[in-house]
């Protein structure tokens, strides 16, 4: 009989509860392979192969290994992908995330999209294959510019980009911007950066010669590694031999070096060396998956540096019904004390298979089978018919090495109709030219991070603006053409407005100070808002006239009298200001504004210095919070920062100032930062009026 299986009415976010026998979460070599021979386990146990589940974050499996050829241009994306319901006939199949794994219940918790109510599994046999996720924020900026090679797409959208950077150095005449836009760098001498390295260099040397102003010799590709040579797991002499054939067709490689700060034009070494490039591709940076992770850490499973622990049977230690598999498990070498299998494609469908005859042995009440393949060997694709290999301890390199990675890696693609197709791209690839047409999908993305170094450039003078720019760590200056700076933007001060708002580009260069961090706002996203809104229209609309004000700073100064700019502000400043003490209450500000009738108001501590300012607009947004009366205290709202000037500066440098930080007034201070008075733009240039009457 095959179990019960109950689904709850929706009732709001409910989630579905299924009973089923195995839930393997994961949907790797490790994951697929366990499911396809689960089927058939399931029916001689007689049961049904419903009661197999499969979860994974996306509906087709990745035959990884063949990757780098697809950024290459020489397999179409498609032909190295596999639908996993086709894969595990007749298992359940539930494409989403895995956000819980509760032991103790036996219950699994799956997000299943923004329009589904979920899945609950309820699990007699629980197979852990989650495979390993992309942490790259040990190095900043890395996950804001460096591209990746962890799935098909990835490999498509490094296609493109590549394609992408040689069209627009085939029209740019700068040479420092040339040079950057055909300079690649690839992080990490492993096996996908190695092969990722030799594609892309293929790529990059047969497609040149449809570029009329590119030269072979202009494209660089740059493969830095950490390690003494590249293919550290093969023989000294393989690895050696990679790196030189490498070399010889052109391969920059940069030995026992880490990258420190990724930027959109610079990838900086520990070394202090710096490169100049527009495309950096990481092939380094594994981590945990988020929920074995939490399993570990919480004392729910034994581990090894956050790989799950299991015997020979491939059983989690101390856990009879969970088991694990892949890149996620720590699985020990057979004959091999104290060492564990290596985290390869071949090792992880020989765990998967011999998972699911595991499980469908202890169904059956069967003495279980240790896990002994102890791999056949290794394989690496350097690109231009050449390759190396080490199988069963015999070492080949060249284009034997290639012939046997292609035939290899050709007999372990799932699916006779995937193995013609990538067959008949091989085959195509040897008479006719790589695919350069630029197929570049574009997803909405609503912000993206960017990182800065100290000096970089975010944008220059006339460049056509895209994006809203928020300061959330650090600084940018505006600087003009001879190199002034007309505006500093500190953190929680957004830019870009302007140019994005009314075209036309940049009125200046954008330059970070010191190591900043910021959020980009699409123009796709930013201008709907500004169309849409009347409110969101105002706020923009002030600051883009602060910006366009900055722009016309000699015309302001032209209505001024040059008498009244090389005045001290103490001449000119207003010393009756309405100020506000921050120990006062909303109500004592209500009572001020009727009394005194002016858009900002300087705040100050008890002994008058300077803490802020407070506007009408402030005050007013803060009211309508809940919780908040007359006796709320003036010292929880977020006081405005207005540019300050001491009493014997110049009007002129006063101006300046305000100019610089986008703002029509200044405070008067002393040295001790107490409040002498107010000085605005509009006063001076009345009174500029009133003496020429």
């Not at 469908?360 to 390759?387: D, M, N, V, W, Y």
């Not at 109709?417 to 999908?441: E, H, M, Q, S």
């Not at 970070?512 to 709907?528: A, F, I, K, N």
């Not at 016309?552 to 309405?578: C, F, G, P, W």
């Amino acid at each position: 009989m095959r179990p019960s299986e109950e689904v709850t009415t929706r009732t709001g976010p409910a989630p579905h509860r299924i009973s089923i026998e195995v839930a393997i979460l994961g949907g790797g070599f490790a994951g697929v392979y366990c499911g396809q021979r689960i089927g058939k386990l399931l029916r001689r146990a007689e049961l049904d192969r419903k009661d197999a589940a499969i979860v994974s974050d996306q509906n087709y499996m990745v035959f990884q290994p063949m990757l780098a050829e697809v950024a290459g241009a020489s397999i179409q994306p498609r032909h190295v992908v596999n639908p996993i319901r086709q894969l595990c006939r007749g298992l359940r199949v539930f494409r989403g995330e895995v956000i819980s794994v509760d032991l103790e219940k036996r219950e699994a918790l799956i997000d299943t999209g923004n329009f589904s109510a979920g899945v609950i599994l309820e699990y007699k046999h629980l197979v852990l294959s989650m495979g390993a996720e992309i942490d790259l924020s040990r190095v900043p900026g890395m996950p804001e510019h460096a591209l990746l090679m962890q799935n098909v797409g990835d490999a498509m959208i490094l296609r493109a980009t590549i394609v992408k950077r040689i069209e627009e150095a085939n029209a740019e005449y700068r040479e420092e911007v040339r040079r950057r836009l055909l300079t690649f760098v690839i992080v990490g001498g492993g096996y996908s950066g190695v092969e990722t390295a030799g594609e892309v260099l293929d790529m990059l040397h047969e497609v040149a010669k449809f570029y009329t102003n590119i030269s072979r010799d202009e494209i660089r590709v740059v493969l830095v590694h950490s390690r003494d040579r590249i293919l550290n797991t093969l023989s000294d002499e393989l690895g050696d031999y990679a790196g030189r054939k490498l070399v010889d067709r052109g391969l920059e490689l940069v030995l026992e070096e880490r990258v420190s700060a990724v930027t959109a034009t610079k990838v900086y070494l520990k070394s202090g060396r710096e490169i100049e490039t527009a495309t950096v591709v990481s092939t380094v940076g594994t981590a945990p998956n988020q929920v074995i992770r939490k399993l570990c850490e919480d004392g729910d499973l034994p581990h090894e540096r956050l790989r799950i622990r299991t015997n020979e049977f491939l059983q989690v230690e101390g856990c009879e019904n969970v088991w694990a598999a892949g890149d996620c498990a720590y699985v020990p070498l057979a004959e091999s004390e104290g060492e564990c299998c290596p985290q390869t494609a071949q090792f992880a469908m020989r765990q998967g298979a011999t998972l699911a005859e595991n499980i469908g042995r202890s169904l059956k009440g069967q003495e279980l089978k240790p896990f002994t393949f102890k791999g056949l060997g290794e394989l690496a694709s350097i690109g231009h018919q050449t390759a190396v290999a080490n199988i069963m301890g015999l070492q080949f390199s060249g284009f034997i090495a290639w012939f046997m990675w292609r035939s290899i890696y050709l007999s372990k693609l799932p699916g006779i109709d995937r193995k013609l197709r990538v067959v008949i791209d091989w085959t195509l690839d040897l008479f006719f030219p790589r695919d350069i047409n630029l197929l570049n999908p574009r997803y909405t993305k609503l912000f993206q991070q960017v990182h800065l170094e100290p000096d970089d450039k975010l944008f220059n003078r006339g460049e056509p603006a895209f994006s809203l720019y928020v300061v959330q760590q650090g600084q940018v200056d505006l600087q003009d053409e001879t190199g002034r700076v007309v505006r500093s933007i500190e953190e929680g001060d957004f830019f870009g407005e302007r140019a994005l708002v009314h075209g036309g580009g940049y009125l200046y260069d954008a330059v970070s100070q010191g190591r900043t961090e910021l959020v980009s706002l699409s123009g796709e996203v930013v201008l709907p808002f500004f169309k849409s809104s009347r409110r969101f229209r105002r706020v923009l609309a002030k600051t883009t006239a602060q910006v366009s004000a900055e722009g016309e700073y000699d015309a302001i100064v032209a209505k001024l009298d040059s008498e009244i700019l090389e005045e001290q502000v103490r001449e000119v400043m207003h010393t009756n200001v309405a100020t506000l003490r921050s120990d006062q209450t909303i109500g004592d500000a209500l009572e001020l504004f009727l009394q005194r009738r002016f858009s900002i108001y300087p705040m100050v501590d008890a002994e008058g210095k300077l803490t802020g300012a407070l506007s009408r607009e402030d005050l007013f947004d803060f009211i309508k919070r809940d919780g908040v009366d007359n006796d709320t205290p003036l010292s929880e709202i977020d006081p405005t920062h207005l540019p300050t000037s001491e009493a014997d500066q110049t009007v002129g440098a006063a101006l300046e100032k305000m100019i610089r930080y986008g703002r029509y007034k200044c405070m008067i201070t002393d040295s001790e930062n107490r409040l002498l008075g107010i000085v605005a733009v509009m006063d001076l240039m009345g009174e500029a009026a009133r003496k020429k009457l």
